[in-house]
């Protein structure tokens, strides 16, 4: 959520939307945040999932990828399109 307002809509002169939404499904739930703002590029998504929590400055989406294998062993899928905006998902087990 954090990435998303700095770095997606407040790049924008004109500001812009985040979308939140949980879809729950049989055996997880599904989280999505998108956003409209500048987008990320490749590069920069590559950078953000292969870094260690010690070698970033920020702390959001590194600790967060890293938690979410830790618990669940799943992680946190980044999909873009530059200029118009980035939307994370992942996906929580449901506790059996």
């Known amino acids: 959520m954090e990435n ?4 997606g809509v407040l790049k924008k002169i004109d500001g812009g ?3 939140i939404k949980v879809v729950r499904f049989e055996e997880h739930s599904e989280v999505i ?6 987008g990320m590029d490749e ?6 999932l292969s ?3 010690e ?13 979410l294998k830790q618990m669940f062993g799943t992680e946190l899928k980044i999909y873009r399109v530059p ?4 939307t994370v998902t992942f996906n929580v087990p449901h506790k059996k």
């Open 51 to 53: 870094s260690k929590p």
């Open 4 to 7: 998303a307002i700095r770095h």
């Open 17 to 19: 939307t985040i979308l």
């Open 43 to 48: 590069e920069k998504i590559n950078e953000v």
């Open 55 to 67: 070698q970033s400055r920020g702390i959001g989406i590194v600790n967060t990828n890293t938690r």
């Open 83 to 86: 200029g118009q905006g980035t």
């Open 33 to 38: 945040v998108q956003d409209d703002g500048v």
